[in-house]
């Protein structure tokens, strides 16, 4: 019963690369995050869904595609992976803005470990 | 988004409260202030969050000053599963953009 999950856990790949990593929650919330957590530890928000729109892109290059076929998923694409890439990445979710700081109510996944060599 | 201020660690002793303090003295009015923790190689996890009023719920109890210019995040009974990066987040209720900043490393000692 595991609220929000990510495929995979861990992922080692060669620079160039293209991967996905998928993200899943059954709490029934319309909106959902890619937070990246890098070697120092930070965590940034990369991207926030909506009811399957976009509503934050905090300046992630282009080669980083989100995609949400429905409300319960939002995974992450990677094109061209360069060795910077590697990092933790985690996925989230909330319900969005309804007053009473719903929004920043957030459920974070367990984290996918990308490594590219 | 307003920042925030925290002590970059602090030791607790098991079974003995822990009084996590950050300072926001840019805060604006719509602002939230917003506690989680992450447990080694584990995700975020939300702990509690609060506007104006001291909240309380079976994790922790948020203090916030009445000029709201600082908060305290306080676990009653500290044990060694509370060791963790607590942050505390300063965001308005607008589409979920959450700032993590380093946060507070707390140990938990027996």
């Known amino acids: 019963d595991t609220a929000v999950s990510q495929t995979p856990k861990y992922l080692v790949t060669q620079m160039g690369n293209d991967k996905s990593i998928k993200c899943e929650q059954n709490l029934g919330h319309d909106t959902m995050y890619w937070y990246k957590q890098d070697s120092k530890k930070f965590l940034k928000i990369m991207f926030s869904?909506?009811?399957?729109?976009?509503?934050i892109n905090e300046t992630v290059p282009n080669r980083f595609s989100p995609k949400s076929p429905d409300k319960a998923h939002l995974n992450l694409h990677i094109n061209s992976l360069e060795l910077g890439d590697s990092a933790v990445y985690f996925c989230?979710?909330?319900?969005?803005?309804?007053?009473?700081?719903?929004?920043?109510?957030?459920?974070f996944g367990p984290g996918t470990r990308l490594l590219v060599l | 988004d307003a920042k925030t201020t925290q002590p970059t660690s602090m030791d607790c002793a098991e079974g003995r409260a822990a009084n996590l303090p950050c300072n926001h003295s840019t805060i604006s009015g719509n602002e939230y202030v917003y506690w989680y923790r992450q447990i080694h190689s584990q995700g975020p996890q939300y702990i509690i969050h609060g506007l104006k009023n001291n909240e309380t719920n079976e994790m922790a109890s948020l203090i916030i000053t009445e000029d709201r210019k600082s908060s305290t995040l306080i676990l009653p009974h500290a044990t060694l599963r509370d060791t963790a990066v607590y942050y505390c987040i300063v965001s308005t209720d607008s589409w979920g953009k959450l700032q993590f900043g380093a946060g507070t490393q707390v140990v938990v000692t027996p």
């Open positions: 869904y909506n009811n399957k729109e976009l509503i």
């Open positions: 989230a979710s909330s319900q969005p803005w309804a007053g009473q700081g719903a929004s920043g109510t957030q459920y």
